[in-house]
């Protein structure tokens, strides 16, 4: 089929892979699929139409997590239809207190209209997070997103994918991302909303240092990485000390104490099922 390109390219990750697809990309819209997922036969047909019919810049569906065994699990199947915007977007996709509808980031499943993508592409330094942080580039040159439910993309679930196989890289990768909303919302966003990535990413520094803490074997990379943590956030309370004194430092413990135990205790309780897996196997 002469529409069809096979590019052959030295394997250095699926970031550099999708840059060199949206490079050479001529059609008018852009999908990914990864390499163990599939689509529905009519997902690109009827994503397409209605684009043309709403004037959308991008159609998103739900999907289906397909397992090994057979299993299937409907993600978001009871959501409704709806048109978002910039700033609802960035509600449902990145703000988690208002993530009600548990719409994902990753740009598999989706369909977008090519030029949302001419100066956009993925960071191949990241080995997680790279989705967010593009999708993110993308939704503020785009003008309406169009979310249907409609179950046409098959995401295979595999135990030892990068996704499940977590490493103190993808921690720090993870760190990063959040890191990058924080910044760039200083140059997109209301006030109300640069506070909250502001939070989250200091919160994500606590989680950051609390993961790294239950990793198995402690090393200098993670040392390294615990020592600067410690320091951005001593200078974070300081700052704190320094504009609003006893009140700043006491609003930022009523902030995020509770969301730090509630992480303790999840990891914690992560740990009892591994163990208790361990021992039933």
């Not at 390109?5 to 990864?34: C, M, P, Q, W």
């Not at 993110?136 to 979310?147: E, F, I, P, S, T």
């Not at 991302?177 to 990413?201: E, G, I, P, V």
Request: aromatic content about 14%.
């Amino acid at each position: 089929d002469s529409r069809i390109k096979v590019i052959h390219i030295k394997n250095t990750g699926v970031s550099n892979a999708r840059n060199v697809g949206l490079s050479l990309a001529k059609g008018e819209y852009i999908t990914f699929v990864d390499g163990d997922d599939w689509l529905s036969d009519d997902f690109l047909e009827i994503g397409i139409k209605y684009l043309e019919a709403t004037g959308a810049d991008i159609f998103m569906g739900s999907y289906i997590k397909n397992y090994a065994d057979g299993t299937e699990i409907k993600v978001n199947e009871d959501t409704a239809a709806m048109m978002l915007n910039y700033e609802e977007c960035l509600e449902n996709f990145f703000i988690q207190s208002s993530n009600k509808t548990k719409l994902s980031w990753i740009v598999c499943g989706k369909i977008f209209n090519a030029y949302l993508w001419k100066e956009v592409r993925f960071n191949i330094e990241l080995s997680m997070g790279e989705d967010a942080v593009a999708f993110w580039d993308v939704l503020k040159k785009a003008n309406k997103l169009l979310y249907m439910p409609i179950m046409g993309y098959h995401y295979f679930q595999r135990v030892d994918s990068a996704v499940h196989t977590y490493s103190v890289k993808h921690i720090l990768d993870n760190l990063k991302m959040y890191k990058y909303f924080c910044d760039d919302a200083l140059n997109c966003c209301s006030k109300l909303k640069q506070n909250y990535f502001k939070q989250r990413y200091r919160l994500r520094e606590v989680e950051t240092i609390l993961e790294m803490s239950l990793q198995k074997n402690s090393n200098t990379q993670i040392e390294q990485a615990k020592k600067k943590l410690y320091t951005n956030i001593s200078s974070y309370f300081l700052s704190a000390w320094n504009v609003h004194g006893i009140y700043g430092v006491i609003k930022i413990f009523i902030v995020f104490m509770p969301k730090v135990i509630i992480r303790v205790i999840w990891h914690v309780y992560g740990m009892i099922r591994c163990f208790r897996s361990m021992l039933v196997n």
